[in-house]
């Protein structure tokens, strides 16, 4: 199948054929019954890829083991095991097909798990505890970072002196000024992850249902019974009053693993991901070397493609002037643009957030930040921002490809092509998914490209 985003589509099929092999596109050059299934296989393959695209959220899969009668464990807790040995392995599999495993506090103070991938070497997702309080225990195997790493995440503020702690042995701390399942999403979707594999208890597995980042339940039913009016199910509470509202999985599939059976199924529909591109109008008033009727057009998205530092997110420090004049280095172009939302406010609070964006260890967190403070904090924000906005941006990129004499020559190397911010998600920045964006990143490149050629022509004049 054709690669979900536009500006990768079509280079790996190109790559494949040069060398001789034959490839069919399915839907394209392949059409009958047979090959709509083997798509649709195609589809549920890269439906982490797919989501990540579409979305802007990972691949996220919901998998517990519970007994026959709907039980994750005893009334007391004990919960060791439900599924045999067969179906533990199994999990073992699909943990390691993940970036990331996710639980909440209840499964590290109940379980103390080590949630290791435990297959024979190999990939090792991260863990993930989130937990709103840190009423956390001070020993758990989860501190033990032998073997893989730890993030926690929480809310901004929770125990200081615990995460203190977590961090004297190594433990990764992310605070969030509002915890939940979609914002954490959204952060490890900028953290580059790919698929999450989510392992907590009834109450935040409700709680990730309710948010929407659910995509794929991994059920393990054991026949086995326990009883019980207090032991916990796999699923809290969703608000649901009538069985009209329950939620129905798609392309369910049913495998017996051992003596237990495994039931899968989609919770949501994979999202269509074929995007228009995106029209051209316009763009030769804003550099005349492109004929809009013959013009190429070169997409960019972050650093995933050869021309993925023209992104503001690329790792190119500038030196820009502050208020005072004076020059100071920021890690990226989104730093210091996010970073100049907060300038010139009057409050302690705002300063606060420059220093908090400008010390941030990479472009995807400075801009979690910045986004986040402006989402929820809008009297922070400078009153002039949606004016001046755009010319922020060009300024950073002048100085960004200014003082970079290579991506200077990449920029020139595409005269004559229309450039593309190719997110399908921001539509002032970006191009959109269908075309409706407004790219303005692309615009301001192009825009450069121009006067850059133009100090070039009168150079050699």
Known sequence: MRHPLQHLRGNAVR???????????????????????????????????????????????????????????????????ISGKKSRSRVFELRGRSDAIIVGGNTVRRDNPRLTARHGGGHMPVRIVMSQTLDLPEEANLWDLSEVSTIVVTQRGARRSFQKLLASKGVEIVEFDILNPREVMEYLHDRG??????????????????SGVIHKVFAIVAPKIIGGKNAPSPVGELGM??????????????????????????LQPLPDVTPVIPSVDETFAIDPTVTPHESSIIFFYKTWDPYGSFSNFSHHPIQMPDENGDYATWLSVEHYYQAQKFVGVDDPVAWECVENIKSAKSPE???????????????????????????????????????????????????GSVLVEA????????????????????RLLMQLRSEFLGESSCTAV
């Open 15 to 81: 790559a494949l054929r040069s060398q001789g092999v034959q490839v069919d596109v399915l839907g394209e050059d392949l059409k009958s019954k047979i090959i709509e299934e083997a798509r649709k296989t195609c589809l549920l393959v890269n439906a982490p890829i797919i989501c990540r695209s579409a979305l802007r959220v990972p691949f996220s899969v919901l998998k517990f083991a519970m007994t026959l009668d709907g039980k994750i464990a005893c009334s007391s807790g004990h919960a060791s095991w």
């Open 193 to 210: 992850c790919l698929s999450v594999f989510w392992e907590c208890g009834g109450t935040l597995s409700a709680s990730a249902i309710s």
């Open 241 to 266: 009053v009538e069985m009209t509202q329950a939620l129905d999985l798609i392309d369910v599939c049913y495998e017996q693993v051992g003596p237990d059976m495994f039931v899968s199924g989609f």
């Open 365 to 415: 967190e400075a801009a979690r930040i910045g986004r986040s403070i402006q989402r929820q904090q809008p009297d922070l924000v400078r009153s002039d921002w949606d004016s001046v906005k755009i010319d922020v941006m060009y300024r950073a990129l002048k100085c960004k490809f200014s003082i970079y004499p290579h991506l200077n020559s990449m920029l020139l190397s595409t005269a």
């Open 423 to 442: 997110s399908p998600h921001d539509l002032f920045w970006g191009g959109g998914r269908d075309g409706e964006g407004l790219n303005y990143l692309g």
